[in-house]
């Protein structure tokens, strides 16, 4: 079935730092990719998406590249801030599927001042 | 614009007691309409999922129901709560011809 495999949390860094999160999938033929953000307390937020191969989304400085070569979808950032502390969740969605998104089990980050 | 929300906020219940969370969305039509449960430190777990009014499919077998009175209404619903309840429920949406589902607040539920 599919499946996604986020790196392991807890991750802290310091402000200005650069990020880099982590997120392989195995699915057949060419799901859609996200990554999601949960702040404290909150719902999910949509960060940002790619559709197919090669596709790069970007969002608030946030980048992730659709890799179907390596199957990843890794999430980077330049230059984090205290306010990016956050949960972060890799999720697929595959072609065709009027379901459900298959989430990674979320990678928490710590930005400290 | 669309706007989904979720009440109430936060619940406290006690075993064996009822439940009824309720999500509604705003500003579309036909949406496929999505319950999620997230246990504490865990990812995600769907849990129902419904492209339309009274279609309901359920992805793990609970004690838990939906349903879909309206379109744009989404209950979740149990008669006797369990310990293992316990989580926070996130309603989603998707709309026609999009791949992204957009995540209401949530409802933080505590069984005692």
């Known amino acids: 079935g599919d499946s996604v495999t986020q790196m392991e949390g807890p991750v802290t860094l310091s402000e200005e730092a650069f990020l880099t999160i982590n997120c392989t999938y195995t699915?057949?033929?060419?799901?859609?990719l996200f990554w999601y953000v949960q702040y404290p307390g909150e719902g999910l937020q949509l960060l940002l998406k790619?559709?197919?191969?090669?596709d790069k989304g970007s969002n608030k400085g946030f980048e992730a590249t659709y890799r179907k070569e390596t199957t990843s979808f890794h999430l980077e950032k330049g230059s984090v801030q205290v306010s990016d502390s956050a949960v972060y969740f890799c999720?697929?969605?595959?072609?065709?599927?009027?379901?459900?998104?298959?989430f990674g089990s979320g990678t928490q980050l710590t930005v400290l001042p | 614009s669309q706007t989904i929300h979720q009440w109430p906020a936060t619940l406290v219940q006690p075993v064996g007691s009822p439940l009824s969370l309720e999500c509604t969305v705003e500003?579309?039509?036909?949406?496929?309409l999505y319950w999620y449960r997230q246990a504490a430190g865990r990812g995600l777990q769907l849990l129902f999922y419904?492209?339309?009014?009274?279609?309901i499919s359920s992805e793990v077998p609970q004690n838990l129901s939906a349903s879909r009175p309206q379109d744009r209404q989404f209950i979740l619903s149990s008669k006797k709560l369990l310990l293992s309840d316990s989580g926070f429920y996130l309603c989603?949406?998707?709309?026609?011809?999009?791949?992204?589902?957009?995540f209401g607040p949530g409802t933080r539920l505590t069984v005692t």
């Open positions: 999720a697929l969605r595959p072609t065709g599927s009027a379901r459900q998104l298959t």
């Open positions: 699915a057949t033929g060419y799901p859609s």
């Open positions: 500003g579309t039509s036909n949406p496929n």
């Open positions: 989603a949406w998707r709309g026609q011809g999009v791949t992204e589902q957009y």
């Open positions: 419904s492209v339309g009014i009274g279609q």
């Open positions: 790619a559709t197919k191969a090669d």
